[in-house]
């Protein structure tokens, strides 16, 4: 019997160890966990449930000169509820009251608000859909209803924020513009004024932190853990829209017309070297009769300019003092021959002995390649620096990306060779883009003084101006006075009596110069011909307000024409009739304040002004037609608009209900 309790003492003391042991390692382990390996996973859970979130700031906007609005932010937001947070006192008072208000302003019964309250109560729901797809009026509206206006912390709302960058006047000058936006592989890309002036529009996004709960949502954990963001400044264009919507359609036009494949025109004011007017379009395949902005070709599409490059050929002459413009010259037929390669006049006929300034305003490239080979052939540097001097033998510096670099042959590179001096005389061996050719002419209409050309004026916030764009000199003087007024009298002619007489008209002074080139001339010796067809020039002739380029690639030559005079001047001259007739006298944006609905209010102010409830269709007549959309697309309304200009009729009538399924149409002047 001793030996049998000795026996069971044993068993007892090897179990007592036994879980002894098993105590000592799991106080070991749990040792480990809280003081080894504690921090590491702490860290790991709080990655796991909190987590720090962006809150975007709201983007600037991109306005035309005139105020009206060429990009915008609509922002949307989504309204729930944590019904965890109110204390029950709070809850039991509000729950009603809050039910009353989202039914006036969501259209819902107050019982089917109060019925999703309380069982969200109920069942401990803590991200309720209350409302979505807000306006910004509306969301400030519902953040002052009972219990929301508590807070996140009080009253449980939680707010959440999604904005869409809209442009109002849809297509237009949508590649100047420009966008921002993330490749595939998540990297930051863009085009235009929006990617360029990126840093001013976007502002700084703020943080918030917010804690997982049930089904993978997230709600914010306390307000002193948010940072504001801190809102984009404001960017005013350069740009016109009512020129703009000239330039576009006559453009669009004639690539119609011609059937042609993509092509350009920019019109800049002369003695500022704003760009008021830029329209790109292109097919996207060769079949396409439909034209698109997708390559801000005015900018980065550097090419042979064919005959509009003659001007430097004048200007060199008669600043250099080699010649004067009677200089006379025989055509010869009009076919010379220079180191054995043919250089032919378009038109081969008419009088042969003519003078330089006869020369340039026909457009004979034997006479104009005479004379700058017999005058600089010997000392072709001297020809080349007059280039550099001028500033066309590196990009204009634009702060849109893309711009083309030019190519100007120099003596002393490999590709020099015998018939370089003599082809660049009719503007062959070299490339500029289509804003650097016009960034010359303009330099004449303006008496010598060559400017940057300039897309945005100033930088604001509200009506404060934190950054303003003034004019940039590139070359204080390309010529002398005496050159400039020579240059000035011949491009005059070219439109009374030269290649662009066509164009004359007798209501109102242009003057310019016509350009015909053949794509990759010295590279295809015309084996597959296709034509760029050019304008450049100013209007009026005398003390000039506005110069513009016109380039058409590849119209259809074989059937409808390819000179420059008929494709590309007509678009010239239709925007300088329509700006002379048509244009309303407007002045330069002086602040974003205009008038609505008769009193003197901000568009900001009226379309988003706190706690103002919208309670009928808002009268939009007067405003300007990019405003008027702004503002009724922010009411969640569908809109279509005719005409251009400002509202004058529209055909719901203000004071009716909002109706967001039907389609207001506005008219404009």
Not at 105 to 126: C, D, H, P, V, W
Not at 154 to 177: D, L, N, S, Y
Not at 229 to 255: C, E, F, M, N
Request: aromatic share 8%; net charge positive.
């Amino acid at each position: 019997m001793a030996i049998e309790d000795k026996n069971i003492s044993y068993r007892i003391y090897l179990v007592a160890f036994s879980i002894f042991l098993m105590a000592v390692a799991i106080t070991f382990k749990l040792s480990k966990i809280q003081w080894v390996e504690g921090p590491k996973l702490r860290e790991l859970a709080k990655k796991e449930t909190v987590k720090s979130f962006v809150i975007p700031a709201n983007k600037g906007n991109i306005y035309s000169s005139d105020g009206s609005l060429l990009a915008t932010s609509i922002p949307n937001y989504n309204i729930r509820f944590d019904a965890v947070v109110p204390k029950s006192e709070a809850f039991d008072k509000n729950a009603k009251p809050l039910a009353d208000s989202l039914s006036k302003m969501l259209g819902k019964s107050s019982a089917f608000y109060q019925t999703q309250l309380r069982i969200a109560r109920e069942n401990k729901n803590r991200y309720l859909l209350v409302a979505s797809d807000l306006s910004y009026t509306q969301f400030m509206k519902i953040k002052s209803f009972p219990l929301f206006n508590l807070g996140a912390n009080k009253g449980g709302v939680i707010t959440e924020q999604e904005t869409v960058r809209e442009h109002p006047i849809g297509k237009i000058a949508e590649r100047t513009i420009g966008y921002e936006r993330l490749t595939p592989e998540g990297k930051p890309d863009g085009k235009g004024i929006e990617w360029s002036f990126r840093k001013y529009l976007n502002g700084k996004d703020g943080k918030v932190l917010k804690q997982k709960i049930a089904k993978g949502q997230w709600k914010p954990i306390r307000d002193m853990n948010e940072v504001d963001p801190q809102d984009g400044y404001d960017v005013i264009s350069t740009i016109d829209v009512y020129i703009q919507d000239i330039a576009h359609h006559a453009l669009l036009k004639q690539l119609k017309e011609y059937k042609a494949d993509h092509g350009c025109v920019v019109v800049m004011e002369t003695k500022t070297g704003r760009i008021k007017a830029i329209s790109n379009l292109g097919k996207l395949k060769e079949t396409d009769s439909t034209y698109y902005e997708t390559e801000n070709y005015a900018i980065k599409e550097s090419h042979e300019p064919g005959s509009t490059f003659k001007l430097v050929d004048l200007i060199a002459l008669l600043d250099d003092k080699k010649v004067d413009t009677s200089k006379v010259y025989d055509r010869k037929g009009g076919l010379i021959k220079i180191y054995g390669k043919d250089v032919e006049d378009s038109h081969r006929g008419g009088k042969q002995k003519i003078s330089l300034g006869r020369g340039m305003e026909i457009s004979s490239n034997t006479v104009m390649v005479q004379a700058v080979y017999e005058n600089y052939k010997n000392n072709p540097k001297q020809f080349i620096d007059r280039i550099d001097r001028m500033g066309l033998s590196k990009p204009l510096g634009l702060p849109i990306q893309g711009e083309g670099i030019p190519i100007i042959p120099h003596p002393a590179d490999k590709r020099w060779s015998a018939i370089a001096l003599p082809w660049m005389a009719f503007g062959y061996g070299v490339a500029v883009t289509p804003l650097q050719t016009l960034t010359l002419y303009n330099a004449i209409a303006n008496n010598g003084e060559m400017i940057k050309p300039l897309f945005v004026s100033e930088i604001k916030e509200w009506n404060n101006v934190i950054k303003k764009y003034d004019k940039e000199i590139i070359n204080s003087k390309i010529c002398s006075d005496e050159t400039v007024k020579k240059i000035q009298a011949v491009l005059k002619n070219v439109v009374q009596k030269g290649t662009g007489k066509s164009l004359y008209s007798k209501d109102f002074s242009m003057a310019g110069k016509t350009g015909t080139a053949q794509a990759n001339y010295a590279k295809n010796g015309g084996s597959e011909k296709h034509y760029i067809s050019s304008f450049v020039g100013y209007f009026p002739a005398e003390n000039p307000k506005y110069s513009c380029i016109v380039v058409v690639h590849k119209p259809d030559a074989k059937n409808k024409g390819y000179y420059g005079a008929d494709v590309a001047g007509p678009v010239f001259k239709r925007i300088a009739q329509k700006i002379f007739t048509d244009t309303p006298s407007t002045n330069e944006i002086k602040n974003l304040n205009r008038k609505i609905n008769n009193q003197e209010k901000s568009f900001h102010e009226y379309a988003i002004k706190e706690q103002q409830e919208v309670k009928g269709m808002p009268n939009v007549k007067g405003m300007s037609g990019m405003d008027a959309v702004a503002l009724l697309e922010n009411l969640k309304l569908k809109v279509k608009v005719i005409g251009i200009g400002k509202v004058k009729k529209q055909s719901i009538h203000p004071g009716e209900a909002l109706d967001r399924n039907k389609t207001i149409l506005l008219e404009l002047s």
